[in-house]
T-cell receptor, first 118, second 111 residues
């Protein structure tokens, strides 16, 4: 089945620095990828839709200058958290959609990146 | 915007008991998806329901889509400790391909 690889799995950074998270579709091409943020014991909140070769579409309330998304190829999307602050500490997950299976058409998620800003 | 609600928020069951989580939308959904997220893990796609009144089974899991396509349920028969996790339903968002996730139901199974 479809595999989405996300790196790093966890990162600790100092306040004010930037962190880049990579999301790769390993065995399929993804013209669209999605970035979510999940706080402890909460649901997934869509941050932005990453479109290959064009600008990302951000959800209301998400600062596009703070969360930079680049989707330069059909298999790679990156999320850069710029000037990170402790309140940015969260679990960031990417997802993409492959061809449908017997279960239907669903989204494959990366393993997530746990960001801690100190 | 599109909102998908889920109940209950938490459910604790004894191993072997059944479990059901319900998903409701204020608007008609073209389709609905279900995901499972184990503690510390990432969501894993379980199923997509498209047709009104559709019922699909995966071993001990039974998924239903309401006739009005505004609600859905996931039923687990004879729960096992491996069923522990949070179950999310997700419906189409405001843009073409994105999905909006419900708040999830966290299932605990006591051995």
């Amino acid at each position: 089945g479809a595999v989405v690889s996300q790196h790093p799995s966890w990162v600790i950074c100092k306040s004010g620095t930037s962190v880049k998270i990579e999301c790769r579709s390993l065995d399929f091409q993804a013209t669209t990828m999605f970035w979510y943020r999940q706080f402890p014991k909460q649901s997934l909140m869509l941050m932005a839709t990453s479109n290959e070769g064009s600008k990302a579409t951000y959800e209301q309330g998400v600062e596009k200058d703070k969360f930079l998304i680049n989707h330069a190829s059909l298999t790679l999307s990156t999320l850069t958290v710029t000037s990170a602050h402790p309140e940015d500490s969260s679990f960031y997950i990417c997802s993409a959609r492959d061809t449908p299976t017997g279960a239907g058409w669903g989204y494959t998620f990366g393993s997530g990146t746990r960001l801690t800003v100190v | 915007g599109q909102q998908v609600m889920q109940i209950p928020q938490y459910q604790h069951v004894q191993e072997g008991e059944d479990f059901t989580t319900y998903c409701n939308s204020s608007t008609t959904l073209s389709n609905i998806q279900w995901y499972k997220q184990r503690p510390g893990g990432h969501p894993v796609f379980l199923i997509q329901l498209v047709k009104s009144g559709e019922v699909k089974k995966q071993k001990r899991l039974t998924f239903q889509f309401g006739e009005a396509k505004k609600n859905s349920s996931l039923h687990i028969t004879a729960t096992q400790t491996t069923d522990v996790g949070t179950y999310f339903c997700a419906g189409p968002g405001n843009y073409g391909q994105n999905f909006v996730f419900g708040p999830g139901t966290r299932l605990s199974v006591l051995p």
